[in-house]
């Protein structure tokens, strides 16, 4: 469970001042924002968003991916456009950031159990209200089968899978108000779908995309699948260890191919923007921290006291965060060369994109206390 909203709201602000208070250095020689001027002065002038593309990696930290050889392009994509230097993951495991990044709260989860369901307002509940477009893009998803919690096996706790997609990657299945609404599923498609769609005059203006589990630097295919060139994928032991890097390079054309196509589509305008984030940091075998390598966060990251059924009994109570992760943000026409340091989370990024078109805040999102935009790293 969580403790009390105001514990929270406390914790995360110290751990988000700690965060804004870290110096960093502009990649490329480029301007690098202060906090506070981008919490304050550049949330003030809201940029305009024709659309938004975001694009959902796995389980890498920022250190183990901006810059690292294995990963040139989404480097280069840093360098060239702009970069968060302070963006968490909202906690661990993968799943209830999923379901942050599209409803801002993770509503007491901490755990990937597909049986989950979260029957909360989400973001395609505030698109359709306001009569906005949308689309999800999941890789490997068997389009007779979206429902399914794996393809094309189930995973099995302590041996080998052949998962290459998973439901706990897919947010927008885990809500009854999308789950249970044939109209609404029509919306969730195999990533094959999305180059057609964006080609087309009725393009959607949020598209949410997860590349599937060899793709996404998740690992974990211990088996070739038809079709896959990218399988098999074992998961890597450590940074840069054989698996892990081919992991990044699989990942790294991946992101190249996406950002390519959604570049080259008639739904690319000099006003929209690309979002590459990954859900959390390293599994690093860390029990007390549930495996994870770090459980650094803020913006109201949930706080979990000391011996968490979902974390460890060893976990000491903290704030339970997602670590520190990639996050950037590629634009038609907005500022180039640009790192910000302000602290931000996925609930961030969902904030960017309800403040742009005028939709309601859900959950922490509402919370400018802790939660601000990054509309620093979009522009005018």
Known sequence: MHLSSTTLRLVAATAAAAAAAAAVTALAGGPT?????????RDNVQPRLDRAFVIMLENHSQQGVVGDPNAPFITSLARK???????????HPSEPNYVAAVSGSNWWVNNDNPANRFDHTNIVDSLEASH??????????????????????????????????????????????????AARMS????????????????????????????????????AAVVGHPETPCPYGSTNDDPNDAALKQKADAFVHQAVTTIMHSRAWTPYSAIFIVADEGDY???QTNGGWDSPA??????????GAA??????????YGGGLVPAIVVTGRGPRHVVSDAPYNHYSLLRTI????????LGYTSDHAQVSTMNALIGG
């Not at 498609?189 to 180059?195: G, R």
């Not at 966060?297 to 000391?306: E, F, N, Q, R």
């Open 132 to 181: 906005i477009s949308w689309g999800a893009y999941m890789e490997a998803m068997p389009a007779d089968d979206k429902l399914a919690d794996y393809w094309p096996g189930r995973l099995v706790e302590d041996g080998p899978t052949i998962a290459l997609y998973a439901s706990k990657h897919n947010p927008f299945v885990l809500f009854p108000s999308v789950r249970d609404n």
């Open 297 to 306: 966060g803020c913006c109201d990251s949930p706080v979990l006291p000391a």
């Open 33 to 41: 924002l202060a906090a506070a001027d981008s919490r304050h002065d």
């Open 81 to 91: 456009y702009g970069q968060a230097t302070q963006y968490y993951g909202v906690t």
């Open 284 to 286: 690093a075998g860390n």
């Open 310 to 319: 979902d974390v460890n009994v060893a976990w000491p109570g903290g704030v």
């Open 187 to 222: 919306h969730v498609k195999p990533y094959t779908d999305l180059a057609a769609d964006l080609s087309s005059e009725d393009a959607p203006r949020y598209v949410f995309i997860a590349p599937d589990q060899c793709n996404d630097m998740h690992g974990g295919v211990y």
């Open 354 to 361: 309800e403040d742009a078109w005028g939709l309601p805040e």
